[in-house]
């Protein structure tokens, strides 16, 4: 009995001696607590002494304004894949966009605006219907030139927008007489700017309370404008020949007697459907309307894609459907369903204004 007790005793004790030698090295096969030095640190690059959009400087003595640019700074400096496709993309377009804003007599500021929009992608879309590179929502591009419907939407080319934005960004400065507050407006609407300032009796962007992400727009700007001026000093550095050249093309005008579908467009170019899609992303059905337009189609390919059209304007006979108007249908929605558009509905069918009678029978010519 006594033996048994003993040996009861001298088995909890090993049992606890081993417990106590398992916790005390910190568990199962750990034999040192201490972190093991890390061979490389993330940087914290420190905020620049002044930050300026169009010659206008922002006022950095402010810790809250200091603090707001220093969010969208750590992040555009942290955001390395996205900053060197910023770089890749910026040869492409920033040439151009330079020159336009030169002679234009506008500031070359400007430009960063569509980084901050799409990161200069030519089919960004937003949750709330901007389209396009410069970001326009319809009623917006169409009061400044841009033709907007189920067949061409001006908002995805690059060079049509881009002049848009600029003469609506003059517009704004001269409402507002700051491109701080343009670029403001440019983002959440002149309108809803001019409120804000007259309720909060404020004049300077950085002191008003605004939407959310209007309020980080400028900043964001200021940071995108100062790393993508100043690469090196963060970190990145695109060798030379890395950067996407520029595209080349010819601009060739046609005058259609109806639809030319796009793979017709591409193979009358010697060309591919994708090629024409990518020189022409205002093309967003699948043909080029009638009437006159202009074709981009690759760089030496517009006398075999004049002799094409030719030839496919030679073979092409216009087919006529009729459609009956049901309830609830309208212009634009009956137009977006034939892609064709609403102009060329109301010419064909000797409509003025917008009533469409229910049974109506309209003539459209595909």
Not at 66 to 80: A, G, M, N, P
Not at 280 to 293: A, R
Request: proline share 7%; charged share 25%.
């Amino acid at each position: 009995m006594r033996r048994e007790r003993k040996y009861k005793l001298g088995v909890l004790g090993l049992a606890f001696l081993l417990m106590f030698g398992f916790y005390a090295g910190g568990g199962r096969g750990a034999v040192d607590t201490a972190p093991p030095a890390p061979s490389w640190f993330v940087p914290c690059f420190k905020l620049p002494d002044k930050a300026d959009f169009c010659g206008e400087p922002a006022p950095l003595d402010s810790q809250d304004v200091r603090e707001r640019l220093d969010r969208e700074f750590t992040i555009v400096t942290q955001s390395h894949a996205q900053v060197y496709l910023w770089l890749k993309r910026e040869q492409r377009y920033f040439p151009w966009i330079e020159g336009i804003l030169s002679r234009a007599g506008l500031p070359a500021d400007l430009k960063y605006l569509a980084v901050a929009e799409s990161d200069l992608t030519p089919h960004a879309v937003s949750r709330a219907g901007a389209v396009g590179p410069w970001q326009f929502m319809s009623d917006t591009a169409c009061r400044f030139g841009m033709t907007c419907n189920p067949i061409v939407d001006d908002r995805y080319d690059f060079q049509k927008s881009a002049v848009a934005a600029f003469e609506y960004l003059r517009h704004l400065h001269g409402i507002f007489h700051s491109w701080t507050l343009a670029a403001a407006a440019y983002n959440c609407g002149a309108k809803r700017l001019q409120t804000a300032m007259t309720l909060e009796k404020g004049s300077s962007y950085y002191d008003l309370v605004l939407p959310r992400e209007t309020e980080r727009y400028v900043f964001r700007i200021l940071a995108i404008k100062e790393v993508m001026e100043n690469p090196a000093r963060y970190g990145y550095y695109l060798p030379r020949g890395e950067g996407y050249p520029p595209l080349l093309f010819d601009s060739v005008k046609v005058s259609l007697p109806g639809p030319m579908p796009i793979i017709a467009a591409a193979e009358s170019a010697g060309a591919t459907y994708r090629d024409i899609k990518l020189l022409n992303p205002e093309l967003i059905s699948g043909c080029i309307p009638m009437g006159e337009s202009t074709v981009r189609v690759p760089r030496g390919k517009a006398g075999q894609f004049e002799k094409g059209v030719a030839a496919w304007k030679a073979a092409f006979k216009p087919v006529e459907v009729v459609h009956k108007v049901l309830r609830g249908e309208t212009l634009d929605s009956i137009a977006k369903h034939y892609n064709v558009s609403k102009v060329q509905l109301c010419k064909w069918n000797h409509i003025v204004g917008n009533k469409l009678p229910v049974g109506r029978k309209l003539k459209i010519q595909r």
